[in-house]
């Protein structure tokens, strides 16, 4: 993915961090990822091939818009 997609996962993590005091792992665990590197190399920037299902898998997660989250669109919900 690009830039925005990787600030916009990264502040819903951050925020969703904070809000319930979750770890990258419990994070990653609540989306039914094996570890906290998945999660964490989407926010870095390190993966950058993720495709519709696993945005929509986040969105969801996240309570986004699938397009919102990938950059296709501004509008968040």
């Not at 319930?20 to 964490?40: D, M, R, V, W």
């Not at 996240?62 to 919900?77: E, I, M």
């Amino acid at each position: 993915m690009d830039e925005i997609f990787t600030e916009r996962l990264k502040n819903l993590i951050d925020d969703y961090k904070k809000e319930h005091k979750l770890t990258h792992k419990e994070i990653a665990k609540q989306l039914g990822y094996k570890s906290k590197a998945t999660i964490s190399k989407y926010a870095n920037g390190q993966i950058t091939k993720i495709g519709p299902t696993g945005i929509r898998k986040l969105a969801v997660f996240f309570g986004v818009s699938p397009s919102w989250l990938a950059g296709f669109s501004d509008k968040k919900y």
